[in-house]
T-cell receptor, first 113, second 114 residues
Framework: DAKTTQPNSMESNEEEPVHLPCNHSTISGTDYIHWYRQLPSQGPEYVIHGLTSNVNNRMASLAIAEDRKSSTLILHRATLRDAAVYYCILRANYGGSQGNLIFGKGTKLSVKP | DTAVSQTPKYLVTQMGNDKSIKCEQNLGHDTMYWYKQDSKKFLKIMFSYNNKELIINETVPNRFSPKSPDKAHLNLHINSLELGDSAVYFC?????????????FGPGTRLTVL
């Protein structure tokens, strides 16, 4: 599986935008980029995913570089509830285990009031 | 209604015991998973299962076995518990199990082996 690299931690102020980077230089042409987050003492939850084009949903935006070797998760206005570990995950579109999520270390986001 | 539920939330037991963790999803999904999160917070897939196929992570000891009485349930049985089995176990489900599916996770079961 292609690997991702994320900063260990980031800080943000409440109500400011947050840009969480992810590098995935070995991404293959059919790998989807997924983002999940894990709030303290909870299970992971889906945030967003994309393949080539930028994506928006009610939680966040995903900006994907033209060469797809990096992506950025954008939280438009961070709230205290957004403090979590954010995982950038590549999912291969082949093989019997393509449904499995391979979690890395993620980025721990702290939000200051 | 909770989409993916697990019981118990906490489980404390002695080494050598056999225990089970139950998982239920009411989303009508076809695929269910078990993940393990160790003390260093790494989350790793253990199993994925639908009515056709069980895929086992090769690093999982055969003391761990998933059992699915029906499509909505995937229970995790652990035999001869060891200290290293202490972790938080998360159940998840998704509609199909392909690379675009969203997985929905349960709240986790914290297992402590003494």
């Amino acid at each position: 599986d292609a690997k991702t690299t994320q900063p260990n931690s980031m800080e943000s102020n409440e109500e400011e935008p947050v840009h969480l980077p992810c590098n995935h230089s070995t991404i293959s042409g059919t790998d989807y980029i997924h983002w999940y987050r894990q709030l303290p003492s909870q299970g992971p939850e889906y945030v967003i995913h994309g393949l080539t084009s930028n994506v928006n949903n009610r939680m966040a935006s995903l900006a994907i570089a033209e060469d797809r070797k990096s992506s950025t998760l954008i939280l438009h206005r961070a709230t205290l509830r957004d403090a979590a570990v954010y995982y950038c995950i590549l999912r291969a579109n082949y093989g019997g285990s393509q449904g499995n999520l391979i979690f890395g270390k993620g980025t721990k986001l702290s939000v200051k009031p | 209604d909770t989409a993916v539920s697990q019981t118990p939330k906490y489980l404390v037991t002695q080494m050598g015991n056999d225990k089970s963790i139950k998982c239920e999803q009411n989303l009508g999904h076809d695929t269910m998973y078990w993940y393990k999160q160790d003390s260093k917070k790494f989350l790793k897939i253990m199993f994925s299962y639908n009515n056709k196929e069980l895929i086992i992570n090769e690093t999982v000891p055969n003391r761990f076995s998933p059992k699915s009485p029906d499509k909505a349930h995937l229970n995790l049985h652990i035999n001869s518990l060891e200290l290293g089995d202490s972790a938080v176990y998360f159940c998840a489900s998704s509609q199909g199990g392909d690379s675009t599916d969203t997985q929905y996770f349960g709240p986790g079961t914290r297992l402590t082996v003494l």
